[in-house]
């Protein structure tokens, strides 16, 4: 409430500035020439953050703009690689790093501006929104790089103009026009390992013909998987330096977990019929290591085509239309499925062929199996398949009032997104507990399901404890099960608007913006019938849909207050208010306050204050219950947990829960974890929830542009912002509720699981809510400078940096999560660039820099390298045992020629100097991105080496 009263005061305020100030100008200017007063014609945009045209780009928000002719000079391909490497980015939570992504997210590409998330940032094209999925997620690789002219970032929140999801900022590819002729582009580069590689090839083409204007382009791109056994640090779960921990006890190999006095593991090459062949489980020698099998960044092809044209059908009034399809298509594989007892539940019979201890091999009390293993055979493929299209069109014009101008605008888009997730190496559970029943040797030699005549027709016996190879096809075949889901989303839009001249006051045309939109956004998610029945390895689902309309009114205002005075060369103040109404929730308005001041005409002073929020998602609201195998850390572990660390809420909680202090978090194996994360070994839920409410905001931004008329070419920036966040739509994940419980005794959370009789956690469910509220803030500095031309050439040089003061989650208990440098939130990150050009030569230095992180301890919690801020304290919670890793600079260089036939050959090379980002151990749980490696996925991997071909006709 206090949020809304201060910026209404502001506003009201705002209102009343005309009065006075017209009194003020006409004191100092009371023989202006009456011309001064009459509208000009102007040539005029629209700049991303406002809807009121204008001639002057620099706004009372700041926009970062990065133009065609930049991105050229960067050695990235796809829309979603640009817009990851900018500093207002944080890591994204999806992007082709997330190789455990099973899901419609899989190989998708995401942006989070400020880090607040990849549903806080809204995507515009050409100033209209662009589809997302259920999640609210827009994935840039369904927005061709080919068609960009320029991307502007908006960083800071945009409600009262845009609506939902601008919290964060907003992203706004601006569509290439106005182009003439034919081009066409040649790209191919590949890791130095010779992995990798990426090529793409597009082909423009664009014409006026009369009153006619049309561009049309095409793109084919396509990205070669990197196998996360060719690089250091993720050849093993936990990197190179601890190349035996976290292994998995499901190998190639068959073990029994309830043998004569324990656990047996199958002999090398051994029969695995013959008990003899066995050893007591070593899991120092006989776990396995799953990442031989897994990719580190997932495959992908992209086709697309684009088209946009405007016809003048007056001088006054245009037709424009657009329409796109975008193919994506991302590959990736994982190891073979764990299979085993744990998460089965199912045993091998103790009349099955295969049983080495059972009634077969001559034991007069035979017994059934429990066991693991993991099918090597088949590793688990999944082929995400999107496909995207879209179709606008409108009308457009201005029109003269007596002495005032206007413009207006009506248009509708479509939006449909439409996906198919194909799976292989998950199995029937049902052919698989027939498979491991009763079965013999039958007088042909053949083994046969059933018993001697009583055969199971069609039922192929499986020797689950066999070593590697052991799986047959024919054994595959008969268990193996694809997954097949199909999901989509739907938008469709409806927009008026109108803006112009209101009145012409002493320091300029007051102008205005208003209009109307409509907005229906449907979706849904529809696993195949096997797997919804539970009836599969595949984690079940239920099938989901849901949908929603808004209706929004907007009105925005650009008063000038003063203008050409001592002191203030400009003085003027945007207003802006959108009032929504949503069927889901009910309605909202948010409004914005912005200032400019010139003070000299060289340095501008500009600020803002904005409401905004997020509405629920079809996901969030409509996405029902999933089954999931969470990573998580017991707190009650004695070893990893927080236990280890002396935290008195959890050494207390975890007694009283009936736990010894002895006590270990064990794998699926039942033996204690080598690290302090681990996958649960039974399925836990997830879910939505239909009670949800939209997250509100308040954005404040204070900045300086300078532009020192004696310093030609250089133009500085520096602008504070904070985003406060309340209501916040959290996605629990299992941690949070197992240390809302323990470490920070919200009994609430307590609620949410259970533990068995050797007090491992169990039936955890974590469904998404409204709660707590985050907070970010720091600082943007921005400089550009075009040095005066040499006779050995032209130089500029660029800086962007983001630094961060501020990061904070505030629980519903009051207590804050996190802290600035920890996990993917940077304290600094910076890009700069040295760009020289002489005659048809040219090259760009870029250096992109991220400064140190923290993250949890997970080893040696007492002290050493992998733990050396063991008596760190996070706010509200005690000690919490960090380990520092460090900052690191990448190192971008590029060389190109204009040739004399029109055309432009780059050559480059991202990371010249082949730096590899610091081990990350937390990394490999959920928290950055579901990469699975025990590394950031927002660093490089190694140095990556392209050529650009241009030819322009």
Known sequence: MKQKTLLATAIGAALMLPIWAASAQDATQTNAPAEQAKAK???????????????????????????RQEIQKQGYTSTGDILSHITASGSPSYSKSAVLTSNTYAGSSTVELRGLGAARTLVLVDGRRWGTNADGFTDLDTIPSSIIERIDVLKDGASAIYGSDAIAGVINIITRSDFKGAEANAYYGQYGKGDGAHQQYDFSWGNKIGKLSYVLSGTYAKDDPVWARDRDFSATPNGPFRPNSGLSPYGP????????????????GADPTNFANYHPYNAATDNYNADEQMMLISGAKRKSLFGKATYAITDNVNFRADAAYTERTANIQTAGYPIGTGNTGLQLDKDSYYNPLGSQQGYAKPQNVSFLRRAVEQPR?????????????????????GERNFNWDASAFFNKNKGEVFGVGNYNLLNLAQGLGPSFKDTDGTIKCGRPGAVITGCTPVNMLSGAGGLTPAMLNYIGRPTDATYGTQTTGFAANIGGDVVQLPAGMMQFAAGVEYRRESGYFHPDSFSQAGNSTNPSSTPSSGKYNTKEAYAELNIPVLADLPFAKLLSVDLASRYSKYSTFGNTTNSKFGLQWKPIDDLLVRGSISEGFRSPTINNLFGGTNQTFDVYTDPCDSKFGAVANGNANAVAACQAAGLK????????????????????????LSGSNPKLQPETSLSKTLGLVYSPSYVDGLNVSLDWYNIRIKNEISSIT??????????????????????????????????????????????????????????????????????????????????IKYDVGQYSTWRIRSNANLDWSYGDFGATWGVRYYSGLKENCTINFAGGPECDLPNYVSPGVGITPKRQVGGIAFNDLQVRWSAPWNATISIGANNVFNRQGPIFYTASSNTLGNSGFVGNPSYDIGRFWYVRYNQKF
């Open 41 to 67: 014609s102007l040539e005029t945009v629209t700049v991303t953050g406002s809807r009121i045209r204008s001639v002057d780009l620099e706004t009372a928000q700041p926009v970062f703009s990065l133009s």
């Open 253 to 268: 190999g068959g073990q029994i977990s309830n043998g004569p006095g324990g656990k047996y593991k199958l002999n090398d």
């Open 381 to 401: 493929e999944n082929k995400n398949t999107l496909k995207t299209y879209r179709v606008g069109a409108g009308f457009d014009g201005v029109f003269q009032l």
């Open 661 to 684: 202090p002895n006590f270990r978090q064990t794998d699926a194996s039942g033996t204690p974890t080598s690290s302090a994360t681990a996958s649960s070994s039974t399925p836990f």
């Open 734 to 815: 299992s941690n949070d509720v197992l240390e809302d419980c323990y470490l920070r005794n919200l009994q609430a959370s307590c609620g949410k699981f259970s533990r068995n009789a050797q007090g491992q956690v169990v039936n955890l469910t974590h469904t998404l809510a409204n709660r707590g509220s985050l907070e970010t803030e720091g600082y943007d500095f921005n400089l550009v400078y075009r040095l005066p031309k040499f006779s050995f050439g032209q130089f500029k040089v660029s800086l962007d940096t983001n630094y961060v003061s501020k990061n904070n989650e505030t629980l519903g208990s009051g207590v």
